[in-house]
Protein backbone atom coordinates (compact mmCIF):
# COMPACT_ATOMS: atom_id res chain seq x y z
CA UNK A 1 0.00 0.00 0.00
CA UNK A 2 2.81 2.91 1.17
CA UNK A 3 5.29 1.86 -1.48
CA UNK A 4 3.15 3.28 -4.90
CA UNK A 5 2.76 6.18 -2.31
CA UNK A 6 6.41 6.68 -1.56
CA UNK A 7 7.10 5.79 -4.98
CA UNK A 8 5.49 9.00 -6.52
CA UNK A 9 6.77 11.28 -3.44
CA UNK A 10 9.90 10.30 -4.55
CA UNK A 11 9.08 10.74 -8.21
CA UNK A 12 7.50 14.40 -7.20
CA UNK A 13 10.51 14.99 -5.11
CA UNK A 14 13.39 14.33 -7.26
CA UNK A 15 11.04 16.66 -9.91
CA UNK A 16 10.85 19.59 -7.57
CA UNK A 17 14.50 19.20 -6.83
CA UNK A 18 15.16 18.96 -10.90
CA UNK A 19 12.99 22.12 -11.17
CA UNK A 20 14.78 23.98 -8.43
CA UNK A 21 17.84 23.09 -9.73
CA UNK A 22 17.03 24.35 -13.21
CA UNK A 23 15.86 27.62 -12.18
CA UNK A 24 19.29 27.45 -9.76
CA UNK A 25 21.59 27.08 -12.58
CA UNK A 26 20.06 28.57 -15.48
CA UNK A 27 18.38 32.00 -13.71
CA UNK A 28 18.05 33.45 -17.03
CA UNK A 29 15.29 30.22 -17.51
CA UNK A 30 12.11 31.13 -16.46
CA UNK A 31 10.16 28.01 -15.41
CA UNK A 32 6.98 28.06 -13.72
CA UNK A 33 7.78 26.57 -10.25
CA UNK A 34 4.07 26.02 -8.22
CA UNK A 35 4.21 27.03 -4.88
CA UNK A 36 4.38 25.80 -1.66
CA UNK A 37 0.87 24.83 0.02
CA UNK A 38 1.70 24.40 3.63
CA UNK A 39 2.78 26.65 5.63
CA UNK A 40 4.00 26.84 9.71
CA UNK A 41 2.08 29.28 12.31
CA UNK A 42 4.64 31.74 12.80
CA UNK A 43 6.70 31.22 9.34
CA UNK A 44 7.44 33.53 6.46
CA UNK A 45 5.73 31.67 3.73
CA UNK A 46 6.42 32.54 0.43
CA UNK A 47 3.56 32.71 -2.13
CA UNK A 48 5.00 32.06 -5.37
CA UNK A 49 3.64 32.87 -8.35
CA UNK A 50 5.66 33.13 -11.61
CA UNK A 51 4.65 34.08 -14.44
CA UNK A 52 6.74 33.41 -17.33
CA UNK A 53 6.72 36.03 -20.55
CA UNK A 54 6.77 35.04 -24.08
CA UNK A 55 9.18 36.92 -26.05
CA UNK A 56 6.32 39.78 -27.10
CA UNK A 57 5.46 40.15 -23.58
CA UNK A 58 8.61 41.68 -22.67
CA UNK A 59 7.64 45.18 -24.18
CA UNK A 60 4.26 45.04 -22.61
CA UNK A 61 3.17 47.08 -18.78
CA UNK A 62 2.48 44.45 -15.76
CA UNK A 63 0.44 44.67 -12.78
CA UNK A 64 0.09 42.37 -10.28
CA UNK A 65 -2.93 41.97 -8.22
CA UNK A 66 -2.80 39.83 -5.42
CA UNK A 67 -6.39 38.57 -3.62
CA UNK A 68 -7.18 36.62 -0.37
CA UNK A 69 -10.43 34.38 0.13
CA UNK A 70 -10.65 32.78 3.32
CA UNK A 71 -12.63 29.40 3.14
CA UNK A 72 -16.67 30.57 2.13
CA UNK A 73 -15.03 34.33 1.79
CA UNK A 74 -14.46 36.74 -0.99
CA UNK A 75 -11.76 37.48 -3.16
CA UNK A 76 -10.38 40.27 -0.47
CA UNK A 77 -7.39 42.35 -2.56
CA UNK A 78 -4.10 42.43 -0.34
CA UNK A 79 -1.34 44.08 -3.11
CA UNK A 80 -0.32 45.13 -5.89
CA UNK A 81 2.17 46.21 -7.94
CA UNK A 82 0.89 48.66 -10.47
CA UNK A 83 4.07 50.66 -11.24
CA UNK A 84 4.94 50.90 -7.43
CA UNK A 85 4.46 48.22 -4.75
CA UNK A 86 1.53 48.87 -2.65
CA UNK A 87 0.60 46.84 0.39
CA UNK A 88 -3.67 47.09 0.23
CA UNK A 89 -5.85 47.85 2.87
CA UNK A 90 -6.72 44.28 4.64
CA UNK A 91 -5.98 42.39 7.70
CA UNK A 92 -2.69 41.30 6.42
CA UNK A 93 -1.47 44.63 6.51
CA UNK A 94 2.30 44.95 7.48
CA UNK A 95 2.84 42.17 7.09
CA UNK A 96 3.33 41.25 3.04
CA UNK A 97 6.46 41.61 1.39
CA UNK A 98 7.64 41.91 -2.17
CA UNK A 99 9.68 38.64 -3.36
CA UNK A 100 9.47 39.08 -6.66
CA UNK A 101 12.15 39.78 -9.86
CA UNK A 102 12.65 42.79 -11.56
CA UNK A 103 12.06 41.44 -14.56
CA UNK A 104 8.27 40.76 -13.56
CA UNK A 105 8.52 37.00 -14.55
CA UNK A 106 8.24 36.04 -10.90
CA UNK A 107 5.81 38.30 -9.11
CA UNK A 108 5.48 36.17 -5.87
CA UNK A 109 5.13 37.85 -2.72
CA UNK A 110 6.02 36.98 1.32
CA UNK A 111 3.48 36.23 4.19
CA UNK A 112 5.05 37.23 7.52
CA UNK A 113 4.42 35.91 10.68
CA UNK A 114 2.02 33.55 8.81
CA UNK A 115 -0.80 32.32 11.37
CA UNK A 116 -3.76 29.75 11.20
CA UNK A 117 -6.50 32.30 10.31
CA UNK A 118 -4.44 33.06 6.74
CA UNK A 119 -5.19 29.73 5.45
CA UNK A 120 -7.46 29.83 2.09
CA UNK A 121 -6.78 30.44 -1.43
CA UNK A 122 -4.80 33.10 -2.35
CA UNK A 123 -5.02 34.63 -5.98
CA UNK A 124 -2.64 35.81 -7.67
CA UNK A 125 -3.38 38.25 -11.19
CA UNK A 126 -1.09 38.95 -13.96
CA UNK A 127 -2.25 41.96 -16.28
CA UNK A 128 -0.12 42.40 -19.23
CA UNK A 129 -0.70 45.26 -21.25
CA UNK A 130 1.24 46.05 -24.91
CA UNK A 131 2.08 48.97 -26.00
CA UNK A 132 1.22 49.25 -29.38
CA UNK A 133 0.45 52.47 -30.85
CA UNK A 134 -3.08 52.10 -31.93
CA UNK A 135 -4.26 49.35 -29.37
CA UNK A 136 -3.57 48.17 -26.22
CA UNK A 137 -4.75 44.64 -25.92
CA UNK A 138 -4.63 43.04 -22.00
CA UNK A 139 -3.89 39.32 -20.94
CA UNK A 140 -4.74 37.80 -17.65
CA UNK A 141 -3.24 35.24 -16.22
CA UNK A 142 -4.47 33.61 -13.02
CA UNK A 143 -2.76 31.47 -10.25
CA UNK A 144 -4.46 30.04 -7.44
CA UNK A 145 -2.66 29.12 -4.37
CA UNK A 146 -5.02 26.58 -1.42
CA UNK A 147 -2.59 27.43 1.68
CA UNK A 148 -2.91 25.54 4.83
CA UNK A 149 -1.20 26.65 7.67
CA UNK A 150 -0.26 24.27 10.29
CA UNK A 151 0.04 24.73 13.97
CA UNK A 152 3.82 23.23 13.79
CA UNK A 153 5.72 21.62 11.46
CA UNK A 154 4.63 17.96 11.44
CA UNK A 155 6.95 14.70 10.41
CA UNK A 156 7.09 15.20 6.88
CA UNK A 157 5.97 11.43 6.59
CA UNK A 158 6.04 11.49 2.81
CA UNK A 159 9.44 12.51 2.74
CA UNK A 160 10.85 9.86 5.57
CA UNK A 161 9.50 7.19 3.20
CA UNK A 162 11.14 8.65 0.01
CA UNK A 163 14.35 9.44 1.78
CA UNK A 164 14.05 5.59 2.92
CA UNK A 165 12.94 4.17 0.08
CA UNK A 166 16.11 6.04 -1.99
CA UNK A 167 18.63 4.60 0.26
CA UNK A 168 17.26 1.32 -0.30
CA UNK A 169 17.27 1.47 -4.07
CA UNK A 170 20.55 2.71 -3.75
CA UNK A 171 21.83 -0.24 -1.97
CA UNK A 172 19.81 -2.82 -4.19
CA UNK A 173 21.66 -1.09 -7.56
CA UNK A 174 24.83 -1.49 -6.10
CA UNK A 175 24.36 -5.07 -4.81
CA UNK A 176 22.75 -5.91 -8.35
CA UNK A 177 25.75 -4.62 -9.79
CA UNK A 178 27.96 -6.34 -7.97
CA UNK A 179 26.34 -10.00 -8.49
CA UNK A 180 26.08 -8.56 -12.43
CA UNK A 181 29.95 -8.48 -12.34
CA UNK A 182 30.96 -11.73 -10.47
CA UNK A 183 28.36 -13.45 -12.92
CA UNK A 184 29.69 -12.03 -16.15
CA UNK A 185 33.44 -11.88 -14.82
CA UNK A 186 32.59 -16.39 -14.12
CA UNK A 187 31.25 -16.41 -17.61
CA UNK A 188 33.75 -15.18 -19.36
CA UNK A 189 36.29 -16.78 -17.48
CA UNK A 190 34.24 -20.21 -17.56
CA UNK A 191 34.33 -19.35 -21.66
CA UNK A 192 37.82 -18.45 -21.70
CA UNK A 193 38.24 -21.95 -20.30
CA UNK A 194 36.44 -24.31 -22.83
CA UNK A 195 37.86 -21.67 -25.60
CA UNK A 196 41.38 -22.52 -24.93
CA UNK A 197 40.41 -26.13 -25.20
CA UNK A 198 38.90 -25.74 -28.45
CA UNK A 199 41.18 -23.45 -30.36
CA UNK A 200 38.39 -22.38 -32.86
CA UNK A 201 35.78 -20.82 -30.64
CA UNK A 202 38.99 -19.29 -28.78
CA UNK A 203 38.51 -15.81 -30.53
CA UNK A 204 34.44 -15.65 -30.86
CA UNK A 205 32.98 -16.74 -27.25
CA UNK A 206 35.19 -14.65 -24.57
CA UNK A 207 34.91 -11.51 -27.11
CA UNK A 208 31.09 -11.74 -27.83
CA UNK A 209 30.44 -12.66 -23.83
CA UNK A 210 32.52 -10.03 -22.79
CA UNK A 211 30.94 -7.04 -24.85
CA UNK A 212 27.92 -8.60 -23.59
CA UNK A 213 28.80 -7.65 -19.74
CA UNK A 214 30.31 -4.51 -21.05
CA UNK A 215 27.43 -2.96 -20.57
CA UNK A 216 24.99 -4.53 -17.50
CA UNK A 217 24.11 -1.25 -15.94
CA UNK A 218 20.86 -0.65 -18.47
CA UNK A 219 18.36 1.04 -16.47
C1 LIG B 1 12.67 36.25 -1.63
O1 LIG B 1 12.56 34.93 -1.17
C2 LIG B 1 13.77 34.25 -0.93
C3 LIG B 1 13.45 32.88 -0.45
O2 LIG B 1 12.65 32.21 -1.38
C4 LIG B 1 14.61 35.01 0.05
O3 LIG B 1 15.85 34.36 0.23
C5 LIG B 1 14.83 36.42 -0.43
O4 LIG B 1 15.55 37.16 0.53
C6 LIG B 1 13.52 37.10 -0.73
N1 LIG B 1 13.77 38.41 -1.29
C7 LIG B 1 13.14 39.49 -0.90
C8 LIG B 1 13.48 40.75 -1.60
O5 LIG B 1 12.28 39.47 -0.04
C1 LIG C 1 -8.32 34.62 13.89
O1 LIG C 1 -9.56 35.23 13.63
C2 LIG C 1 -10.41 35.34 14.73
C3 LIG C 1 -11.70 35.99 14.28
O2 LIG C 1 -11.86 35.91 12.91
C4 LIG C 1 -9.74 36.18 15.81
O3 LIG C 1 -10.57 36.20 16.94
C5 LIG C 1 -8.41 35.55 16.19
O4 LIG C 1 -7.73 36.36 17.10
C6 LIG C 1 -7.56 35.38 14.96
N1 LIG C 1 -6.36 34.68 15.32
C7 LIG C 1 -5.19 35.15 14.99
C8 LIG C 1 -4.02 34.32 15.43
O5 LIG C 1 -5.03 36.17 14.39
C1 LIG D 1 -8.26 37.76 -12.15
O1 LIG D 1 -8.40 38.21 -13.49
C2 LIG D 1 -9.43 37.57 -14.21
C3 LIG D 1 -9.40 38.09 -15.63
O2 LIG D 1 -9.36 39.48 -15.67
C4 LIG D 1 -10.76 37.83 -13.54
O3 LIG D 1 -11.78 37.14 -14.23
C5 LIG D 1 -10.69 37.33 -12.11
O4 LIG D 1 -11.89 37.66 -11.46
C6 LIG D 1 -9.53 37.95 -11.38
N1 LIG D 1 -9.45 37.34 -10.09
C7 LIG D 1 -9.77 37.98 -8.98
C8 LIG D 1 -9.60 37.23 -7.74
O5 LIG D 1 -10.17 39.11 -9.01
C1 LIG E 1 35.38 -27.45 -31.14
O1 LIG E 1 35.89 -27.27 -32.42
C2 LIG E 1 35.32 -28.14 -33.41
C3 LIG E 1 36.02 -27.84 -34.71
O2 LIG E 1 37.36 -27.83 -34.53
C4 LIG E 1 33.83 -27.91 -33.49
O3 LIG E 1 33.26 -28.81 -34.41
C5 LIG E 1 33.21 -28.09 -32.16
O4 LIG E 1 31.81 -27.78 -32.20
C6 LIG E 1 33.87 -27.22 -31.10
N1 LIG E 1 33.33 -27.51 -29.80
C7 LIG E 1 32.81 -26.61 -29.02
C8 LIG E 1 32.35 -27.08 -27.68
O5 LIG E 1 32.70 -25.44 -29.35
Known amino acids: MAAPAA ?85 FRGRLQWNGSADMQDVSISVLNINLNDSGTYTCNVTREFNFESHRPMFTRTTLIHLTVVEKAGEDFTSVISEIMMYILLVFLTLWLLIEMVYCYRKVSKAEEAAQENATDYLAIPSENKENCAVPVEE
Open 7 to 91: AAAAAAFASWLLAVLWVGICSGVCVEVPSEKEAVQGSRMKLMCISCMKREEVSATTVVRWYYKAEGGQDVPIYEYNNEKRELDSR
